[in-house]
């Protein structure tokens, strides 16, 4: 195979990554033994706004210089632990903005609007930047939606949110049990097996509905193969992988999950619909769950009778413990915060972690965040280390870089009226659970072609990005943001949030070009500007004074050209 075309040379408009490392397919170990922990960091603090900007856009939605400030002066633990603590920094939440404003007026994009501003401007920005990237696991989608329904799956957000850093046990039954889930995977009002003649004399056979059944392991849990704790397959004597489970499995599972339904139907009204906005937990109707016993995997029994809950439970302790679930969840977190491509060591110490900790997500995003392949930064020729950065997070990006404000409209909503602000899935490639299938808007297998054409390392992100894309998303970004450079205060009638740029200014005023650049390195880069990047920005600066463009102008054309580099696109 030829060598792995990796992250660090990112062609600026066809994305072919022109720099060509080591690294293929991101396999590893077969040993299963888990890897001894990192040592503690010599020293929590970083030393520079380029390491804590780094970590900031690794573990929110964009570095601030604030943020930069109080990671610098208390240590990257001390932060993340003021981060987990919901005394210190309560869950922001959006089902109670949704639900404020009358049905008849809600605008469509609203939900989405508002959870953006708030990924922007709230300060639980580690619980926020996890309950995203839970929702790109546990993925419903509100394209079937209309706004009467919005409080629901603004509920399923929140619940994401406010568990984000409980435990994976809690997490998957809650999602289960959730009707936003219900209704798009179908097993709410699943029934067990019946068979009966209808008016006309024909037989009429009805079966579980196996939908969420199989997305709850081959997504939400252990995944398609058995895994190590490193998460390299296990093999068999043949060589070949393990399969995690096989359709009988599915069947059995479908028929634990009988009997669910709105919350307080019963067996008369256990296919009666629920109000628009309903969002309590499923409740089960014993008459419709099937009681006889069901196989799953590994050969587990569930013979609960037709007690609903106890059989869901018996089978969700099953997953939650299987030894699948750790490295298959542990290894999408790494890649959604840190990198595409971790070492089967650092997949190891996370798994270690979450398995002293019963599965506690606040201790494993800890140890992912504070592991050393996460703190340190990698070598310039490592073109497997990094991620592409997610359209949606180049957007909250640029508006935290910059102080973005906005006052939302008289009405309360937050009516953003730049290009294609009503739906980002046509412009950026995503928005915010409106993914077009449970598959979420990109694969955490997704890899890239090697340069002799066969598989390369892992790239997830880069499902979003060919030509045309990269075209459109850098597009938007301009429109709603490098349009909106201004030194006034934004109104209630304002299109878009409004970019404080007068720091950048009085640089451009004073010909400070190389301050100019400096000061935009550690908000957009990560403080991973590359010195030819800067020489760069600072001569096309340099030529734009000399021909005597405004300070304006200026600051303007260095946003935009950053936008468009190598180095904002990926994250490293």
Request: proline share 6%.
């Amino acid at each position: 195979m030829g060598r792995s075309i990796g992250f660090a040379g990112v062609a600026l408009l066809t994305l072919v990554l022109a720099a060509c490392g080591g690294g293929g397919g991101g396999g590893g170990s077969s040993s299963g033994s888990p890897a001894p922990p990192p040592p503690a960091p010599a020293n929590d603090k970083p030393a520079t706004d380029a390491e804590a900007a780094r970590f900031l856009a690794q573990a929110t939605f964009g570095p601030t210089r604030a943020d930069i400030a109080r990671v610098r002066q208390i240590g990257y633990g001390a932060w993340i632990d003021e981060q987990l603590d919901a005394a210190r920094t309560p869950a922001t939440l959006i089902e109670p903005h949704i639900l404020s404003i009358p049905v008849a007026t809600l605008d469509y994009s609203e939900r989405r609007n508002y959870w953006l501003w708030q990924a922007v401007s709230a300060r639980d920005q580690l619980r926020l930047r996890m309950g995203f990237a839970l929702s790109e696991i546990f993925v419903v989608s509100d394209r079937d939606y209309n706004s009467a329904n919005f409080g629901r799956i603004s509920n399923y957000q929140d619940m994401l949110d406010t568990l984000a850093f409980d435990s994976y046990r809690t997490v998957v039954e809650k999602v289960t049990l959730h009707p936003a889930m219900g209704l798009y995977l179908s097993h709410l009002a699943n029934r067990k097996a019946v068979s009966y003649r209808n008016a006309q004399g024909i037989t009429i056979n009805v079966v579980p509905d196996e939908n969420y059944a199989r997305e709850l392991m081959q997504l939400f849990s252990i995944g398609l193969v058995q895994r190590n704790p490193d998460f390299s397959p296990k093999l068999d004597a043949a060589g070949k992988t393990i399969p995690t489970y096989d359709q009988a499995v599915v069947a059995g599972m479908a028929r634990v999950l009988t009997g669910w339904t709105w919350h307080g139907n019963t067996k008369d009204t256990f296919w009666k619909w629920g109000a628009d906005n309903e969002a309590r937990p499923m409740s089960c109707v014993p008459e419709m769950h099937d009681e006889q016993p069901k196989t799953i995997f590994n050969g587990i029994v569930i013979n609960e009778g037709s007690n609903c809950a106890a059989s869901l439970a018996k089978m969700l302790d099953a997953l939650a413990t299987h030894p699948n679930t750790a490295p298959f969840i542990s290894r999408q977190l790494i890649q959604r915060f840190v990198t595409s491509n971790p070492s089967p060591a650092y997949v190891s110490r996370v798994v270690s972690t979450w398995n002293q900790s019963g599965g506690n997500l606040g201790r494993v995003i800890r140890a992912i965040l504070l592991d050393t392949e996460a703190r340190t930064a990698p070598a310039a020729g490592d073109a497997a280390y990094g991620k592409a950065r997610e359209p949606l997070i180049q957007l909250t990006t640029l508006w935290r870089a910059f102080d973005a404000q906005y006052l939302p409209r008289s009405d309360g909503q937050y009516h953003f009226a730049f290009n294609a602000s009503w739906d980002f899935s046509t412009t950026l490639g995503q928005d915010s659970l409106h993914s077009p299938s449970v598959f979420n808007f990109f694969e955490p297998d997704a890899q890239l072609l090697a340069a002799g054409g066969g598989q390369g390392i892992y790239a997830p992100e880069l499902q979003l990005y060919n030509d045309a894309t990269f075209v459109s998303i850098f597009n938007q970004l301009c429109d709603a943001g490098c349009a909106n450079f201004k030194a006034d205060a934004p109104t209630a009638n304002t299109n878009a949030p409004v970019l404080d740029v007068k720091p950048l200014l009085a640089l451009a005023d004073a010909g400070n070009h190389a301050g100019m650049v400096d000061a935009i390195s550690p908000l957009l880069f990560g403080g991973g500007m590359s010195a030819e990047t800067r020489t760069v920005l600072i001569t096309m600066l340099d030529k734009l004074k000399a021909a005597n463009r405004s300070s304006q102008e200026r600051v303007q054309s260095l946003v935009q050209l950053a936008l468009a580099s190598p180095e904002f696109a990926i994250q490293r």
